[in-house]
């Protein structure tokens, strides 16, 4: 907590003072804040289960043993754990705000998370993680940044930004910046590209953690990639490349969210030879998946029911993250660490009970404290609710005769297959208009192609979750029902749009940034499974997330062919078809 | 490495240079500077022997695996471990200059310790912090600073400064300064002393570790001791005392020295359950100790014979200590790690063969390279050897009628007996005067007493190493003999005099602050060995160390009496006698 203008000397007066009482009630000479009355506790360092009171005071825990405290919460018959981290998060995954998603988390134990505002970024710059910081300020949950590495993801990409190390370079100075997030450009590091290494070299500068993103990488281009500072990787998905990565010094983030699931493959991990450099993390979380099953609560769960030591399992879910980044106050239960708990039913069931921020409960036995609402700059607030350049399109800007290319949908895959071209919608053969509609610059570019396996019959669904860029793709039967879709998402500043037959079905409203609500996890997925069934009910195929599955489709790292502002893309070779 | 005068965008510059050759020879693009071939190594993060070449570009790991290099080493049949780390020593208990202290340990695998200069301190304040960190510049073992947190130790202490949290604030702002030293003064810490919690909060503020230093602290007093931000503890001399303190979250450094030896209560400490809590440290290390037994080396090979695994043991004495002080660039050996290997024969002997710093072979089967000479600044040289302020002292000075308190010798023990009081010499009882005189201010203040037990029959013996203000003490039969040893250590600037019927009989020269040698560690130690063997023909008894003795009888923190320069103090009472 900076103070303006407090002298250096004020500083440390202000926390002699504090720590001073810390100290008298740790020694028993003043009752505690807080005291957990008989606790069992996990204890990280010596590798069992302790038994005595917690006490706390001004917001750390103080000792363990026989405390009295002005509020005490006797927690006899359950377990008292460190709060849980997400070692690395997009928090835009969740489509609401960090409050919201807050509010969704915490219940779960989660008390930390360390997000990578990439998306967000994409759209605003460097306004983007303004934005961000000011909205988890006094959260409780701490929510921690990794700078976005990658903006555009590619030079393909016409997103809201580019940012070279310099733009970002002041982050750094932020106390809840981390460090640089998920070098994904590995080849670029492999091969030494300037632009790329300069970030590298200037988070390391300011004593900083990198993150990587590596699915797959081994020999000795895994020897370049970790040599050139990259310190962790959470895109393993099979013991091999993780077993690889680890010997290399790098940490691994064992992955279990929404779109990827890693736990089960990495699950041998968790055993005394390795668990120590090794932490959970969600990645991306959408918001049926939080509130269906939870949160790195849900990770720890599936590790101890799937064999995994259970305080192996639970460091994996704090200590080990907390090491990892240097937060070197939390992920532990011992004097002088944050005084975030999460209380369990047992080391079975994982039940989350109560839940302690800075030693106050903020969830429990029913009870959920209210949230602040973050201040946020009038002026980010304004620049976040209106991020669309696009003037009204007509039905011309999607008719066109031009052969394209077809990209072919394959059920349960990220993949698409080249399917060749075509030059008009076909119905019969399922394929549809496909277009991608800058937003950003108002550069009017329109990308227009085909897509085939969508299983649209009638109209068309548009969205601006769209990655990395965030610009509006769009699929349709027709292009005055595209037209009308992407010109409503602008209307809304942002969201998806199903419409058919000169008619707006149904519309989900995404109005920061274009890729996240206001309102609360529970109505946007609500909204959200409506929108997800009107899509359906036009045909889409049952087997497809109607709108995850055109978020990707203007993603030109991922095979074969793809969609950009410019048109289609063949990732392999990297030429437009 | 700071350069003058250079722009942040110059400093990311030429980073990003070396950063792209480090990635090029990674890759295998370009030949490395070295590589160790057919290396069988150990990997701290996979907790196995691996095998491979290891490739080294601008001093630091680039890759494991087939690589050629500029300059290659068969290490076949040998194994490669991380260079070793002392976590605690008194760089002065080997009383010679750093630059000594570092062809001593070099080749016993150390490349990395973690230095209080706290004797040096006592005599130079600040100037002595700034010695040290100037003597050890450019040295082929990295030395790291703790900031002595306890000069003078006591207020009953006259030492050569008085140091507040300002005093030393600064210097954490020193890239090898990590922190701040032993917090000896626990009973300060527990009773919220204000002088003592800033030092406290200070490093904290700075994001620096506080060591910790108290033997057998347990219950809430532990809890405030921890709970107040000390964060290590190398005092447990028994398992439970080590336990007891690990469990509440201090790392355990495992003291194995000269004085205090450790290793064996706790060795059950380096199993799977506690180890990664745990390193190794000496704490002090004498001359000769050091050239028979070795240094960490010495603690691996025990610690290995007495039954601890070798891995378990290697990463005490490497990683852990890296991992504690957040030396995120050593103690393992991967990609981006400091090139600093102990070679060793095999992991039972563990006889170090060969040892690099930064991918220098610096020692190695007979090749022992010269080390630089570091540059001092000529004031500082000059301070240094500039530290007695004391007139030349008369008989009259030690001659008085006075009853004075006698302290009594333990064989094999530090702490002394109340042995009443005496007002003469009396051999036949072998009670001898002992005087401490004041030589940091010229305050003229000499402290008399007695001394039982020593068994001194004739002349004098003096020295300036006296912990911790390392003022003069003297101990003699006559007065006369007492003022000629004094005067000669005097004249000297400092070291140990042993006088005899108004002849010096030896000497040895400590011309460093009083405390060190610019000899090498076995000239000094010949010349000691020397001194020794001279006190012990005048009568000294031969369970005695005749110096080290003395250096603790002015030390008033053992009980049960101790003598100042303001004359015998009751330790227990804290009163004068």
């Known amino acids: 907590m900076a103070i303006p203008n407090e002298s250096y000397s004020g500083k440390i007066n202000r926390k002699l003072l504090k720590k001073q009482r810390i100290i008298r009630v740790a020694a028993g000479r003043e009752p505690a804040d807080l005291v957990l009355k008989n606790a069992t506790y996990l204890n990280v360092f010596s590798n069992e289960l302790c038994r005595g009171d917690i006490a706390v005071a001004e917001g750390l825990i103080v000792g363990m043993g026989d405390y009295t405290g002005r509020k005490e919460y006797d927690v006899s018959g359950r377990v008292v754990l460190p709060g849980f981290i997400d070692a690395h998060i997009h928090l835009e995954s969740a489509m609401v705000t960090p409050r919201e998603f807050a509010r969704a988390v915490l219940p779960h134990g989660t008390t930390t998370v360390v997000a990578d505002p990439h998306e967000i970024t994409n759209v605003m710059g460097t306004d983007g993680i303004d934005y ?10 701490d929510v921690r940044f990794m700078l976005p590495s990658c903006v555009p993801a590619t030079p393909m990409d016409e997103a809201g930004a580019v940012l070279d190390y310099r733009a970002i370079d002041s982050f750094y100075e932020h106390p809840r910046v981390n460090g640089l997030a998920e070098m994904m450009n590995y080849p670029g590091v492999i091969a030494a590209d300037a632009g790329v290494i300069e970030k590298i070299v200037a988070a390391q500068a300011h004593h900083k953690k990198i993150d990587g993103h590596a699915p797959g990488l081994q020999g000795k281009d895994l020897d370049a990639y970790v040599a050139a500072g990259v310190y962790s990787d959470h895109e393993c998905s099979d013991l091999e490349d993780a077993l690889r990565k680890l010997q290399r010094g790098q940490f691994i983030m064992i992955r279990e969210g929404t779109a990827a699931r890693n736990l089960d493959a990495l699950l041998p991990l968790l055993t005394p030879r390795y668990y120590e450099r090794c932490m ?80 106050k409960l903020w969830y429990g036995d029913g009870y959920f404290r209210e949230m602040p609402l973050p201040a946020i700059d009038p002026w980010l607030v304004e620049r976040a ?4 350049q696009v003037r009204t399109l007509a039905v011309d800007d999607f008719r066109d005769r031009r052969r394209r290319g077809v990209l072919g949908l394959v059920p349960g895959e990220i993949l698409t297959t080249d399917n060749g071209y075509a030059d008009h919608v076909d119905l019969a053969q399922d394929i549809l208009k496909l277009a991608v509609v800058e937003r950003h610059k108002g550069t009017g570019h329109i990308g227009l192609g085909y897509l085939q396996g969508y299983g649209l019959r009638a109209g068309a669904v548009a969205t601006s979750i769209s990655h990395d860029s965030h610009n509006i793709i769009a699929v349709g039967t027709n292009s005055a029902d595209m037209a009308l879709a992407v010109n409503r998402v602008v209307e809304n500043r942002g969201g998806i749009v199903v419409a058919q037959g000169g008619q707006v079905l149904t519309e989900l409203v995404l109005e920061v940034a274009g890729i996240l609500s206001e309102q609360s996890v529970e109505k946007l997925n609500t909204q959200l499974e409506k929108a997800k069934e009107t899509a359906h009910g036009l045909g889409v195929s049952r087997g497809i997330d109607p709108f995850m599955t055109l978020s990707f489709l203007a993603l030109p790292v991922l095979p074969t062919l793809r969609i950009t502002t410019r048109g289609v893309i063949d990732v392999n070779s990297q030429q437009y078809v």
Chains 1, 2 share one sequence.
């Open 132 to 141: 961000m910081l000011q909205a988890t300020e006094g959260l409780p949950i």
């Open 280 to 359: 959970f993390c969600t990645d991306d979380k959408h918001p049926g998946d939080l509130l269906e099953k939870g949160h790195i609560d849900y990770i720890v769960r599936r590790a101890v029911a799937g064999g995994a030591d259970p305080i192996l399992a639970v460091k994996a879910a704090s200590h080990n993250a907390a090491r990892y980044y240097q937060l070197n106050n939390r992920g532990a239960i011992a004097p002088g660490y944050l005084a975030d708990f999460a209380v369990v039913d047992n080391l079975e069931q994982f039940q989350v009970q109560m839940v302690f921020k800075k030693g």
């Open 385 to 388: 609710h209106d991020t669309f």
